[in-house]
Nanobody, 115 residues
Framework: QVQLVESGGDLVQPGGSLRLSCAAS????????MGWYRQAPGKQRELVAI???????NYGDSVTGRFTISRDNAKNMVALQMNNLKPEDTAVYYC?????????WGQGTQVTVSS
């Protein structure tokens, strides 16, 4: 089974950039739909971006044009490049691996956007 560990979360000023990484172990991510989700205090977890095994991508409306998801199957990693960050992007960001009915989550990494 795949295990996921996120990293890269930090405190950043509005308008800044941040790159999150998700390192997978235990299994190749090659057949998985990989995704990033986020959860802000008092809110439900929401989709940020997903990338399929064929590199098709889909983004949440609030991040389209600012965030980019990518995957490196050889390194067993998924990244999320976040640009032009806004205070409303503040949340815990989770990496997800989905294959059929199987879904695995990482422990999350905190992103705080504040001046």
């Amino acid at each position: 089974q795949v295990q996921l560990v996120e990293s890269g979360g930090d405190l950043v000023q509005p308008g800044g950039s941040l790159r999150l990484s998700c390192a997978a172990s235990g299994s190749s991510i090659r057949p998985y739909v990989m995704g990033w989700y986020r959860q802000a205090p008092g809110k439900q977890r929401e989709l940020v971006a997903i990338i399929t095994p064929g590199d098709r991508t889909n983004y949440g409306d609030s991040v389209t044009g600012r965030f980019t998801i990518s995957r490196d199957n050889a390194k067993n990693m998924v990244a999320l490049q976040m640009n032009n960050l806004k205070p409303e992007d503040t949340a815990v960001y989770y990496c997800n691996a989905r294959f059929g009915i199987s879904s695995k989550w990482g422990q999350g990494t905190q992103v705080t956007v504040s001046s």
